[in-house]
């Protein structure tokens, strides 16, 4: 069964008199299996918070219909068990990451010592457990979204909706939002995340779509996505000069052409963790 399942779903937005209508979401035709991390990415304006907004019922089609769970997203049952966190959350800033997570668990019904307890995990989960106390005033970017994964996920819903999570939070931060996605998958949660930044969300989507000017323009598995059939690497370590000469002969020789002879690169972001890593100072990081 599909999570998340849309036929034809459009978006048009009235301009006002005499503007026409803005076609912000195209026929979209969308199945998120149960279980998976599927990324919905794409430019600013793509459509990616439109569809988002359609399958939580926020805004109503133009045309088109959604599913979760086979159930009609119009239909409020359908919401009971997702968990939502949108690109910009606005929370109630006098209040501390566990009185946040009190008053969104009263919300969901939930009370006594199973909230108190389930409270105590979520905060351990998004590592806010040190910070439980201190005032949402005082966190940064970060920590904010991390309180917010978890008012999304505090009555332990089956699908989770992420609508830019990592934006404007720092490498450490957006790292942190990545790994605790992969800790939901493996609890056997689904995941339907929205973002704009594509190398962010290539480690932990099982399967992406990308949205331009609301239709989708390309679908499939990551790994079959991003693999150049034609083109083969092989890595080797201490290669001497004089051999090297002759592997290059040998690959000459097979009917191939070489592209290029480089040393492999690491990604900036992973230069930048291990530099952190290495200076003492910053092992003793601080929320």
């Known amino acids: 069964m599909d999570a998340i399942r849309t036929e034809?779903?459009?978006?048009?937005?009235d301009l006002g008199w005499r503007k026409g209508r803005l076609l912000a979401l195209d026929?979209?035709?969308?199945?998120?299996?149960?279980?998976?991390?599927y990324g919905l990415l794409g430019p600013?304006?793509?459509?990616?918070?439109?569809?988002?907004?359609?399958?939580?019922?926020?805004?109503?089609?133009?045309?088109?219909?959604?599913?979760?769970?086979?159930?009609p997203c119009n239909n409020v049952v359908s919401r009971l068990h997702v968990g939502f966190l949108?690109?910009?959350?606005?929370?109630?800033?006098?209040l501390t990451g566990a009185e946040t997570l009190v008053f969104y668990g009263k919300l969901c019904?939930?009370?006594?010592?199973?909230?108190?307890?389930?409270?105590?995990?979520?905060?351990?989960?998004?590592?806010?457990?040190?910070?439980?106390?201190?005032?949402?005033?005082?966190?940064?970017?970060?920590?904010?979204?991390r309180i917010g994964l978890a008012q999304a996920l505090i009555h332990d819903p089956k699908l989770l909706l992420l609508d830019e999570p990592t934006a404007g939070v720092d490498p450490i931060g957006s790292k942190d939002?990545?790994?605790l996605i992969l800790r939901l998958k493996g609890m056997g949660k689904t995941?339907?995340?929205?973002s704009h930044l594509l190398a962010q969300v290539q480690d932990v989507c099982d399967r992406i779509g990308v949205l331009n000017l609301g239709q989708m323009i390309l679908e499939g598995d990551v790994k079959s996505l991003i693999s150049d059939q034609r083109r083969l690497s092989i890595t080797v370590q201490?290669?001497?000069?004089?051999?090297?000469?002759?592997?290059?002969?040998?690959?000459r020789s097979a009917g191939a052409s070489i592209v290029s002879v480089e040393h492999p690169q690491t990604t900036l972001e992973s230069l930048f963790l291990e530099a952190l890593k290495k200076d003492e100072r910053g092992m003793g990081r601080h929320d």
């Open 238 to 251: 201490d290669l001497p000069d004089d051999a090297r000469a002759r592997v290059e002969e040998a690959v």
């Open 109 to 145: 019904g939930m009370s006594g010592s199973s909230l108190k307890q389930r409270i105590e995990e979520l905060l351990e989960l998004v590592g806010l457990t040190r910070a439980r106390d201190r005032q949402l005033s005082g966190y940064s970017k970060g920590m904010l979204q």
């Open 191 to 194: 995941v339907l995340l929205s």
């Open 8 to 13: 034809q779903l459009t978006k048009k937005y």
């Open 177 to 179: 939002i990545r790994d």
């Open 27 to 37: 026929k979209l035709n969308l199945h998120v299996h149960e279980g998976e991390v």
């Open 86 to 94: 949108p690109e910009n959350p606005y929370f109630y800033r006098y």
């Open 44 to 71: 600013n304006g793509s459509g990616k918070s439109t569809t988002l907004k359609l399958i939580l019922d926020l805004i109503s089609p133009t045309d088109g219909s959604a599913w979760l769970f086979d159930v």
